[in-house]
Each structure stands twice: as C-alpha cells, then as structure tokens.
C-alpha cells in the first residue's frame, strides 16, 4: 500500500506564480523525497529531507518536512512552463530495508 | 555514465504473446527495483534485487510475471502470457546501498510502454 499522498491531486498555476504540493505519510521515515515525472519520462529524483531536518532549498525548490505531523510540503517559486510535471512524493521508512513507499502525485500545469 | 537504460522504449502485443523488457542499471548500483506505473494504479513495487538477489518479490501480480538478473549489470522482467491489463508503463530503476541514508536516492529509466491488443 501507498504510504504518501500527496494533494492536490492536480494543480494549475499561471506562470510566475508559485507552487505548493502537500505529502502525508504513516510510518517512522528515515528521509523524504520528491521526484519529477515529465510526460513520457522516467522519475527523476529533485531533492532529499532527512528526518531530523526542517526544511532545505535547492535552487527554487524549498521542501519543508513536519515529523510530527507526519507531512511535508514542495514549494516551487517563480515557476516555469518547463515545470508542468508531475510531483512524487516518496518516503524512506525506517525498517523497510531501504525502500521507497511512493504517493499517487501531484500533477502541475504551469500555464505561458 | 548513460544512466538506467531500458528497451524496448514501447513494445505493442497480442494476448498470449511473451513479452520481455530489458533493463541496464548504473553501474556499480547493487539494488535494482522493477515498476509498473498505471493511471489507475499508481506506481507500484514489482520486485527488487540486491546484488542480483531478488529480495522482495510481493509486488508481481501474478505468476505469469518473472524476473532475472543474471549478473549486476542486466535484469529482465518476462510476462508469459501477456493479457490486455498489464498494458502499463514499466520502470527499472537502480540505487546504491550505503548507510548513510542521503544515498538512498533510486535512478529511473526511461520505461517500457507496454501495450497488450
């Protein structure tokens, strides 16, 4: 079973504006992590959280992660068309022999 | 390095036909996780290796699936006999093992387009 999901499932934005995706998860994580899907592409891993970190930046990308409240959050700033994609969120749960546990994802349309 | 590479790219069948997909990892990457991703379905686990072994196979449908990974640098994943609803897209994507969990990260390939008429 899915432990991530992600809402919204779908999400349009004008270009410019910035975009927030939301992830909940069950378990105990070691880390968190998010990866892009372009239509007709692999995964691509974006960017790691660990579980004694709040938050992380890379680029414009911020990822923040609540422990206690089991979520975490991509933000991504001043967005492109080049991000329309969709967003995975997908979690390394402790005792899961070092397995990813993915979410359904997030789909984001930047509109020019 | 090239990255996960997979072939075929697409692949169209008949029901009943075997199909089989190829997957090259990185090199040096001792997991190797098979995928299947389906609009309904999501993406979901099929098996996993480490260093050739498959460790976790829970995931595959059925057994008409099957997978091999003869030596560390080449895995197939085999259905036999296809039907209509394994059309999906299938992913290998590949990891290396270290304790420190930053190394965690899975590398996908492109994926198999799988259609089965």
């Known amino acids: 079973s899915q432990q991530g999901e992600e809402d919204p499932q779908a999400l349009s934005i004008q270009e410019g504006e910035n975009a927030t995706m939301n992830c909940s998860y069950k378990?105990?994580?070691?880390?968190l992590q998010w990866y892009r899907q372009n239509s007709g592409r692999g995964l691509v891993h974006l960017i790691l959280?660990?579980?004694n970190e709040r938050e992380k930046h890379s680029g414009r990308l911020r990822v923040t992660l609540d422990t206690s409240k089991k979520s975490s959050s991509l933000l991504i700033t001043a967005s492109r068309a080049a991000d329309t994609a969709s967003y995975f969120c997908?979690?390394?749960?402790?005792?899961?022999?070092?397995?990813?546990?993915w979410g359904a994802g997030t789909k984001l349309i930047i509109k020019p | 390095d090239a990255g996960v590479i997979q072939s075929p790219r697409h692949e169209v069948t008949e029901m009943g036909q075997e199909v089989t997909l190829r997957c090259k990892p990185i090199s040096g990457h001792d997991y190797l996780f098979w995928y299947r991703q389906t609009m309904m379905r999501g993406l979901e686990l099929l098996i996993y290796?480490?260093?050739?072994?498959?460790?976790?196979d829970s995931g595959m449908p059925e057994d008409r699936f099957s997978a091999k990974m003869p030596n560390a640098s080449f895995s197939t994943l085999k259905i036999q006999p296809s039907e209509p609803r394994d059309s999906a897209v299938y992913f290998c994507?590949?990891?290396?093992?270290?304790?420190?969990?930053?190394?965690?990260?899975?590398?996908f390939g492109a994926g198999t387009r799988l259609s089965v008429l």
């Open positions: 997908a979690t390394d749960a402790r005792h899961s022999n070092y397995q990813l546990i």
């Open positions: 994507a590949s990891r290396l093992q270290g304790a420190d969990s930053g190394k965690n990260i899975q590398y």
């Open positions: 378990t105990s994580i070691n880390n």
């Open positions: 290796f480490n260093n050739n072994v498959p460790i976790d």
């Open positions: 959280i660990r579980s």
